[in-house]
């Protein structure tokens, strides 16, 4: 039975990764009532006639054109319709989880004056996994990310159930729903604010945190084929540096290489080793300290209120704020730090594998294969972890200073963390490929070492997973079929792992 969470306060960044697994979402009754709230408030503003961007004005640089409350109704609906331009492939399922979460969990706050007849339909709509259709590109910072989303609420659009498409009425009939009719604040209100870019950057934060423990792993393969000096990571030394991440990357790393004959026999042969086994512990704890970072970005933004205007008051005493709570410049530098570092770690492993497959400093046959020249073994897979990491420079460029003017000059400075959190994920993708070249050539390495060197328990037991999967490679069948399998293996393990954890 699925994991419930409840909506009684801010959400963590680790709750919406579990919603987008899969977690049910729900309110609790004070996050009801605060909603109610704060549509009374919206509909004293309408009742009264005060001023409020997006109620009663046009947006962006029609912000003074004063909209009659006849017409409110029309701007929410006309808001959506024209906000829907984003292009490119759709959100996979996880991410639009992800931002279906986050945008309700924004709304919760009580600041956005939206129905909750309106936040209900999206929780009936998450609950029963059908999540709209929501094109990847075409977003600056927001709104046709959230466009797309209120699309399927007044029954146009498509929405996804698993392998099946249906229309936006459709998906609603199939939550016993008619298509709503938005009122006034409504239609801005699901398109405003950073929820895109929240519930991306939080699917990045938890495929780092993965990603960033296959990275030890593998580096500790990779370490002990090589034979080098497992005290680069001792505890004392180490503690001489301060950062937490450095401390439990340098644990991690003994931990997976505690008892490991083949260390033992080559301990005190080198001074010191080079840098991309040396330094793992101080690159990859760099990147764990970037993580840490980022988490608390993203936790804040899901305590903030991120829509404009915001409403406050009472219905007695109503009022609107016209701020830039919509701007995501946080979001945006934290996921650029973030992209950085997980290039880093992308890059540092590629140097692991080029020492793996180099037989000028490996030790071991050219390229891992047990007849080179006729065979040309993990020769070309480090190029391809090669071309994954120049990608990634290119990729990890800052989108938070991308700039550009829109709506006439009234959006003047744009902050780009939607596109942030997209590059942040396309590395991660990368990375992932590089770390299952890495382990597979860590693995073929095992291979050609000899019979008499002991694996550490613990890499010992990682190895003969990954060959109980997939054989030694002797150029008898396209490579890329393995990395492929390697990263199914890699996706079951954690799982594996999690499982583990909870008992």
């Not at 999967?469 to 393990?493: G, K, Q, V």
Request: aromatic share 4%.
């Amino acid at each position: 039975m699925a994991e419930t969470i409840t909506i009684d306060g801010p959400l963590t960044w680790r709750e919406i990764a579990a919603v987008a697994d899969g977690a049910r979402l729900v309110l609790s009754d004070r996050t009801r009532q605060r909603i109610i709230d704060a549509r009374r408030i919206v509909d004293a503003l309408v009742e009264r006639g005060i001023r409020g961007y997006g109620i009663n004005t046009g947006v962006g640089a029609l912000c003074d054109v004063v909209i009659s409350r006849e017409n409110q109704q029309a701007l929410s609906r006309n808001i959506i319709l024209s906000h829907a331009c984003g292009v490119g492939e759709p959100l996979g399922r996880a991410e639009a989880r992800a931002v279906m979460a986050a945008q309700i969990a924004n709304f919760a706050h009580g600041c956005s004056g939206v129905r909750v007849e309106t936040v209900e339909a999206l929780l009936a709509l998450l609950n029963a996994d059908i999540v709209p259709l929501i094109p990847s590109r075409g977003s600056v910072g927001y709104l046709t990310h959230g466009a797309a989303i209120g699309l399927v609420l007044i029954g146009h659009g498509t929405a996804v159930r698993g392998a099946e498409k249906l229309s936006g009425r459709e998906a609603l009939a199939r939550i016993g729903l008619e298509p709503l009719r938005f009122e006034a604040k409504e239609g801005l209100s699901l398109v405003n604010g950073t929820p895109c870019a929240t519930g991306q950057a939080v699917l990045a934060l938890s495929r780092a945190e993965r990603l960033f423990r296959w990275a030890d792993a593998a580096a500790a393969m990779t370490y002990e084929n090589l034979g080098s000096q497992a005290r680069a990571f001792a505890e004392g030394p180490l503690a001489l540096r301060q950062s937490p991440g450095l401390q439990a990357v340098g644990k991690s790393l003994r931990d997976w290489l505690a008892e490991s004959p083949m260390l033992a026999e080559m301990a005190g042969s080198r001074t010191q080793d080079p840098l991309s086994l040396r330094a793992v512990p101080q690159v990859h704890g760099a990147a764990r300290d970037t993580f840490d970072h980022v988490g608390e970005i993203v936790d804040r933004e899901l305590s903030s209120v991120t829509d404009n205007p915001a409403v406050s008051g009472s219905p007695e005493d109503p009022r609107v704020h016209s701020q830039a709570h919509a701007v995501g410049a946080a979001l945006g530098l934290a996921l650029d730090s973030l992209a950085v570092a997980a290039a880093e770690v992308a890059a540092i492993s590629e140097r692991r594998i080029d020492r793996l497959v180099n037989p000028l400093v490996s030790g071991l046959p050219a390229f891992l294969a047990d007849d080179s020249g006729v065979a040309s073994g993990f020769m070309i897979a480090q190029y391809t972890a090669a071309a994954l990491v120049a990608e990634n420079r290119r990729l990890a460029a800052p989108a938070s200073l991308d700039g550009g003017i829109t709506s006439a000059l009234q959006e003047d400075i744009l902050t780009h963390a939607t596109p942030a959190a997209w590059k942040v994920l396309s590395i991660l993708d990368n990375l992932e490929q590089v770390l299952a070249i890495e382990l597979l050539s860590a693995a073929q390495a095992y291979d050609l070492q000899p019979k008499s060197r002991g694996r550490a328990p613990r890499t010992d037991a990682l190895y003969g997973r990954i060959r109980g999967t997939i054989s030694a490679y002797a150029d008898d069948r396209p490579m890329n079929d393995d990395f492929a399998r390697m990263r199914d293996l890699m996706e079951e393990r954690d799982h594996e792992d999690t499982a583990l954890k909870r008992l």
